[in-house]
């Protein structure tokens, strides 16, 4: 489950922010202006905004090097900054940019890396990025050289899908699979460089649109080759592609994550202990000999066709009330007001087996396209008990009420995003609501415990995937044997976490952001000098940020410019 957080237009304020950066270089702030970082922060975005429009052809050397150009001034500015003579407020600015700016420059050489894997695949890729920089630089180019070039990508595609069957079998199957995905956006680039012209151009057509025709047709079946390279039998949406554990450390690092790999499945496994024993508690309860038992009994009681859409909305005003009565959270009338819901398709429920949220609740339940068994188990995976947490995840407490109250306190910060604190928010609250006695019954309790145990999850097979450990079907028995997920739902739950729609972190960020944020509370709700709605609402109006800088904008004291190692989770 996750949000996208809505995105706003800053195409309108960019000439202004300009002009401000230029006066900020040049040490005349306007007085009415924020002082700190917010105006660099706000400009550095407008500017990546206008690279990222104009230099935008895939594999491309050149969009790499602008940019990487654009992130070094960065670093090379924020560096000459006096840190002591910063703000409180402006020193949280200040850890979060260097962060982005490190992350940034890492992110781009690492693309570089792996498109350099896959060059050999798609040797044609400099000659489409060429012609797609050529059109950007508005320079003019002789029909017949278009043509040439155009028959060259051809040529070049047709030999790629004869000497791929040897070249293929020497590869792990991420690297054709990247490739396939790499020939996508070059294919894309190919199109829009033609069709600039096409029809236009009376001269151009004439010599190109054939040798067009023929590279685009050469280009699917290399697309088509690409992706028969996947072992036989085998998934390809599982396939996945592993970063490796020199790039996961440093994931971990940018997220002030102070622990090995292995430290963090032993973080998981000892969650898992806690909530196996709390699950034979309630399997007790209900009669039942054991968890397993238990979650089948729960599984079977899910709505009625048609009906779900009235269990969200209970569930939904059951969580705000819960909350109210405790004075928990402040709640503003509009969030409440103004959410919505969806119905998700067959197609998204491929990969989204459960629901989504934000301010839109995207509900998974059965459609009537759906083949028996695909119904089945969709009943199953989002019967009433498991709902009720999902519901709060994906709303209020969750994702929603982020969302409204990401939209106006700090907008600037946008750009500092993590899952650690976005998914870590809404598992927070998954935790504490089951502390506070949220689940009523037994079988609301192994609902909400199925949910834990399955963040859990994602932490050992995110982990051993990314590590090249595990394969993608190896983590979907995982699932299926530890936490208890339908199969459909085990498949749609790995295909999204290793398809490449997420950063590597982000399955395990749900469980350890919330961990992180279950021990803030207790250093400062536990230590008496703040209460829980003052906390909660102190969270939210950070705006996204990795949980270790959160914790050294709720301190009192100036934070330094290298944070002490935070181990949020003992020794």
């Not at 809404?426 to 199925?450: F, N, V």
């Not at 983590?475 to 790995?494: D, F």
């Not at 749900?510 to 209460?531: D, F, I, P």
Request: with cysteine.
């Amino acid at each position: 489950m996750t949000r996208t957080a809505a995105g706003r237009s800053i195409a309108p304020m960019r000439p202004f922010l300009l002009v401000l950066a230029g006066l900020a270089s040049a040490g005349a702030v306007p007085a009415q202006e924020p002082t700190g970082l917010r105006a660099r922060i706000e400009a550095l975005g407008a500017d990546l905004a206008d690279l990222g429009r104009r230099y935008d052809a895939p594999m491309s050397a050149e969009r790499r090097d602008r940019l990487l150009q654009r992130w070094r001034q960065e670093r090379r500015e924020l560096d000459e900054l006096d840190l002591d003579a910063l703000a409180h407020d402006a020193r949280i600015d200040w850890l979060l940019l260097d962060r982005h700016v490190d992350r940034s420059l890492f992110q781009l050489e690492q693309d570089g890396a792996r498109d350099a894997e896959v060059q050999a695949l798609v040797p044609f890729a400099p000659a489409i990025t060429a012609l797609a920089e050529g059109r950007r630089r508005m320079e003019p180019m002789p029909a017949r050289a278009a043509a040439d070039a155009v028959h060259g990508v051809a040529d070049a595609a047709l030999a790629a899908r004869n000497a791929l069957a040897g070249a293929a079998a020497k590869l792990p199957p991420s690297v054709p699979a990247r490739a396939a995905l790499r020939l996508s956006g070059l294919r894309q680039a190919l199109r829009q460089w033609f069709e600039f012209r096409d029809g236009y151009d009376p001269e151009f057509g004439w010599w190109v649109r054939a040798p067009y025709r023929a590279a685009e047709a050469a280009l699917g079946q290399l697309d088509d080759a690409l992706r028969a390279t996947a072992p036989e039998g085998a998934d390809r949406s599982l396939l996945g592609d592993p970063i490796g554990e020199s790039a996961l450390l440093r994931e971990l690092g940018f997220e002030r994550i102070p622990y090995a790999p292995a430290e963090l499945v032993a973080i998981a496994e000892r969650e898992f202990a806690w909530c196996e024993q709390e699950a034979a508690k309630a399997a007790a309860e209900l009669g039942a000999g054991s968890w397993r038992e238990a979650l089948e009994l729960v599984k079977r009681r899910h709505r009625a066709p048609g009906e779900q859409p009235q269990l969200v909305k209970e569930l939904a005003h059951e969580a705000i009330a819960f909350l109210e009565q405790r004075d928990l959270v402040t709640i503003p009338p509009l969030a409440k007001e103004c959410w919505r819901m969806g119905m998700m398709s067959r197609e998204a429920q491929r990969t989204n087996p459960f629901f989504l949220g934000g301010e839109t609740i995207q509900v998974s339940f059965p459609t009537d396209a759906m083949a028996h068994i695909e119904k089945l188990q969709a009943l199953r995976s989002n019967n009433e008990h498991f709902c009720r947490a999902t519901v709060h995840h994906e709303l209020i407490p969750g994702h929603w009420l982020q969302e409204h109250m990401q939209a106006r306190h700090r907008t600037y910060r946008a750009p500092f995003d993590t899952p650690f604190w976005i998914e870590g928010w809404a598992l927070y609250w998954e935790m504490r609501l089951y502390d506070l006695g949220l689940g009523k019954t037994p079988a609301d309790r192994i609902g909400m415990l199925y949910w834990r145990k399955h963040r859990c999850a994602r932490i050992v097979f995110s982990l051993n995937f990314h590590l090249g450990r595990w394969s993608g079907p190896q983590c979907v028995e995982y699932l299926i044997a530890k936490v208890g997920h339908e199969r459909a739902a085990a498949e749609g739950e790995v295909r999204r976490s290793v398809g490449g729609l997420y950063p590597p972190l982000y399955q395990a960020a749900y469980m350890l952001g919330g961990l992180q944020l279950r021990a803030l509370h207790a250093e400062l709700v536990g230590g008496g000098s703040w209460s829980d709605k003052a906390f909660h609402d102190a969270v939210l109006r950070q705006n996204s940020m990795p949980i270790a800088v959160l914790r050294a904008a709720l301190a009192k004291e100036a934070p330094p410019k290298d944070l002490p190692a935070w181990r949020f989770a003992g020794p």
